[in-house]
């Protein structure tokens, strides 16, 4: 019996002590397996993991607006949802396709075809408007999903439209400054880390894995919006009044070489820029390259002054208005016998030019105009800045020089021209313009080109161009002096030769003396009177009115009265500060409209700036004989609202 019991006892340790060492074997085993997955699997099973939990999602941030230099916005980036789908996960195709169908406005046979297909992510429209976006939620479709985009949007619709250009479905710049600066303006791609469940549901976003700072870059353009409206009303009325293929204009602040404004015409919307052709994106006064004509002339005569080849009183035979030279035949629209060079200059001969061009000589000249910036690009950052036309010096014959002495036969462009003339604003250093305020560009060094008693010379007979019997007369402005220079050249026929097509221009210092200001115009195929002093100087007359006047230096006429000494003006300046920093004052009660009739122009155009409004100016002088609205209106909501005034 108890033999029995010890065995029992024995087989019961050997069982316990089986059932130990198997235990420490499995316990062995799970922590062998453990570590091993711990230590040389981990980072293998993590990112299978991630991939089944975790997953990364892109986002671009919202595009930089643009602003003008006071501040106030010309493109600017708006949310719109978007409409994509994931076919596999979308439960009944037929009945889905019926209802976005619906609401979007696509045949439900195209929207079959997407819904069929093997893919994950299918776009199936693109920034739709909040209505559509309101049902497709409602509609709570599987599978269909919305996303947040950013749509382009340009508040002022036609202003600047060619300077600003535009961007594509994408957001990305297609024309323009908005494919100039794409990469300061495009907003940053973030990458956002999201957490799923077992069946792919969102659980939450995990800030840790955003970018905190993915939005693009704004950019500050020199250009000043009301003075832009103001150049392309005055050059869309030339280019309408006489039927003009297109035109462009520039104007520029000399102290600063600001481009204040850049006009093209025809006028473009960028928010719509699909209904447009390329012909209209066109940004005609930095790309197309043009004969300029006349308004060529004075850069000639600086050259022919700067090397001692004439002076302003040296003689020149005009021919009578018809001169040949080795077979070509060279003529003048006003018929002169001896003229010296400043009256060359202010009845604008060719002859007397070309003569003068051919004393000066090709190496001179050349030389001169390149140094002036013909022949290179302005250095503006603008997509597709030309260098225009300006052949080397060794190919140029006398026809050439006699030709390129009046502004025939070389190519330039509306910057170019503003650039050229900034040189003789600034005393004869060429400078650069300025368009974007942009501290990290690198610009080109001011040098000088000649010198400033030259400049002054050129510049005296710009003046009489327009303040004496000249071909600029239309562009006086009463109580200030204009320095100016017409234009009319001849266009080239494609077969050869010249036809009967002409560009007109006319170019503009104001004041006279010390000029503030450049505006450049030019207006193609105009019909049926094609000369630069008749189709475009009342343009310009009219923009450098109205930007003297913003600006608060437009004059004022007085009346003379016996304590005036002799020879004392009859106009007195204006202060030299903003018009809109003038306060108002009992002119107006605040609510309505005052009567500005009997008033100053410059005093009128000063009220109704200072409420926000840019008036349009209609007829000749320096009085308002009546307006429009009328006195006692309320005044418009609207500030893009009509406002005329008509003076004499």
């Keep these: 019996m108890g033999k029995r019991k010890k065995e029992s006892l024995k087989q019961s340790r050997n069982k316990l002590l089986f059932v ?123 599978g269909v999903y919305l996303t947040t985009e950013y749509v382009r949007l340009y508040p002022n619709n036609y202003l600047a439209g060619q300077l600003l250009g535009f961007t594509g479905i994408d957001g990305k710049g297609l024309e323009g400054l908005e494919k100039e600066f794409d990469g300061r303006l495009a907003g940053r791609k973030a990458q956002f880390v999201v957490q799923r469940d077992a069946s792919g549901r969102r659980l939450y976003l995990d800030a840790m894995g955003r970018e905190m700072d993915i939005r693009g870059k704004d950019i500050h353009l020199t250009i000043d919006s009301h003075l832009q409206s103001i150049t392309e009303n005055a050059l869309a009325e030339a280019v309408k009044k006489y039927e003009g293929r297109w035109g462009s204009a ?29 012909d209209i994106w066109r940004n005609r006064a930095a790309l197309d390259v043009v004969e300029p004509g006349s308004t060529f002339k004075p850069f000639l005569i600086a050259a022919a002054l700067q090397h ?59 030389k001169f105009i390149s140094d002036l910036g013909f022949g290179s690009k302005t250095g503006l950052p603008l997509p597709g800045d030309r260098v225009g036309m300006i052949r080397p010096a060794a190919k140029w014959n006398e026809i050439d020089l006699a030709a390129g002495s009046f502004g025939q036969g070389v190519g330039v462009t509306a910057l170019q021209m503003a650039k050229a003339y900034l040189a003789i604003a600034g005393k004869g250093m060429s400078r650069p313009l300025h368009l974007v305020k942009y501290p990290d560009m ?65 170019v503009a210092m104001v004041p006279g003396y010390n000029p503030e200001y450049i505006i450049f115009m030019m207006v193609d195929d105009p019909k049926p009177n094609h000369y630069g002093g008749t189709v475009v100087a009342p343009a310009v007359k009219k923009v450098m009115t109205e930007t003297l006047a913003y600006y608060g230096k437009l004059p004022e006429r007085r009346e003379p009265t016996p304590l005036m000494a002799v020879g004392e003006t009859e106009y007195t300046e204006m202060p030299k500060k903003a018009v809109r920093a003038t306060p108002l004052h009992s002119e107006s009660n605040g609510a309505t409209v005052p009567d500005l009739t009997g008033m100053p122009i410059r005093r009128a155009i000063e009220i109704l700036v200072q409420k926000g409004f840019v008036p349009k100016i209609k007829g000749s002088g320096m009085t308002v004989t009546k307006q429009l609205p009328g006195a006692g209106v309320k005044w418009p909501e609207e500030k893009n609202a009509e406002m005329v005034l008509w003076v004499s």
């Design 20 to 142: 130990m060492v198997l235990f420490a074997l499995i316990w062995a085993g799970l922590l062998g397996r453990a570590a091993w997955l711990q230590l040389f699997m981990g980072s293998d099973l993590s990112r299978l993991a991630s991939r089944q939990h975790l997953a990364a999602e892109l986002e671009r941030g919202e595009r930089g607006s643009i602003y003008d230099r006071n501040g106030n916005l010309l493109a600017t980036s708006v949310e719109a949802a978007s409409v994509y789908i994931r076919p596999v996960k979308v439960k009944d195709v037929g009945g889905t396709a019926a209802k976005l169908s619906r609401i979007l406005g696509i045949p439900q046979t195209k929207l079959r075809k997407k819904l069929s297909r093997k893919s994950n992510f299918i776009w199936i429209k693109r920034q739709i408007n909040d209505r559509m976006a309101a049902k497709i939620r409602k509609a709570d479709l599987p």
């Design 250 to 278: 520039v104007v520029v602040e000399v102290a600063t070489g600001d481009i204040l404004a850049l006009a093209n015409c025809p006028r473009f919307n960028p928010n719509i820029f699909r209904t447009s052709s390329p």
């Design 308 to 366: 001692g080849v004439v002076t302003p009183e040296k003689l020149f035979d005009c021919e009578n208005g018809r001169w040949e030279l080795h077979g070509k035949y060279i003529k003048d629209t006003h018929k002169e016998g001896w003229l010296p060079v400043h009256k060359i200059m202010r009845y604008s001969s060719n002859i007397g030019c070309a003569k003068i061009g051919l004393e000066l000589g090709v190496q001179n000249y050349h």
């Design 442 to 506: 690198e610009e080109e060094k001011p040098k000088r080109v000649f010198s400033a008693e030259v400049a002054e010379k050129v510049l005296s007979m710009m003046r009489e161009v327009v303040q004496e019997d000249g071909t600029g007369t239309k562009a006086r402005i009463s109580g200030t002096t204009v320095a100016g220079k017409t234009g009319t050249a001849q266009k080239a026929n494609r077969k050869g030769g010249y036809g009967t097509e002409y560009l007109a221009s006319f």
